[in-house]
């Protein structure tokens, strides 16, 4: 049932429905279905049709970029493939990495990459990067405000953190300490 809707749906677009156009046209039950059994991305490409281009996607190439940064300064990285999860990259199997992505843009008089935080974060570290410069910003959960994030060309009082790994490494560095410290107590 849900692939014939589906198809229906591809027939007059071309495309995979997205989630926001199957809600605004009354088809939130098959939203909520595709969601539930896979998600859009698993069924676009079971029924091997092409999906648009999604903010879903911006994140995901966003954490593939953070991944491989990481990766080629020597730490080992589990992506994490869920969605909706508290954070997207654990670095070591123990620092908790959630990342955000942007482009450069304009709205009205306010310039800048634009982050929408939307929650306390539950990850230890987030990972602000620029998908249009390559550049990454790495903020400790305690001190990013819980909704959004605008950081100008010169960084602004953010330009501490831009390109710093060396807050990776320290954060790293305490989660191991404390998971030490967790081992020898339940020994």
């Not at 300064?73 to 955000?100: H, M, T, Y």
């Not at 602000?128 to 405000?145: A, K, N, R, S, V």
Request: net charge positive; with cysteine.
């Amino acid at each position: 049932m849900i692939a014939d809707r589906i198809m229906e749906n591809y027939r007059n677009t071309g495309l995979m429905p997205t989630n926001q156009y199957l809600r605004s046209t009354g088809q939130g039950d098959l939203a909520n279905q595709i969601s539930k059994k896979g998600g859009f991305f698993k069924w676009a490409d079971r029924l091997g049709i092409t999906r648009a281009p999604s903010d879903s996607d911006t994140g995901w190439n966003g954490e593939k970029r953070v991944q491989t940064i990481l990766e080629s300064a020597g730490f080992q990285v589990e992506r994490s493939i869920a969605v909706k999860w508290p954070f997207d990259l654990l670095v070591n199997k123990v620092l908790r990495i959630d990342v955000k992505s942007a482009n450069f843009a304009v709205y009205g008089a306010c310039k800048g990459w634009f982050y929408r935080i939307g929650k306390a974060p539950q990850a230890d570290l987030m990972a602000l990067h620029q998908l249009d410069t390559g550049e990454t910003y790495w903020i400790p959960w305690h001190i990013i405000p819980h909704s959004n994030v605008t950081i100008s060309k010169d960084g602004g009082k953010w330009a501490p953190y831009k390109e710093a790994l060396w807050i990776v490494q320290s954060m790293l560095e305490t989660r191991q300490a404390e998971a030490e410290k967790l081992s020898l107590l339940s020994q």
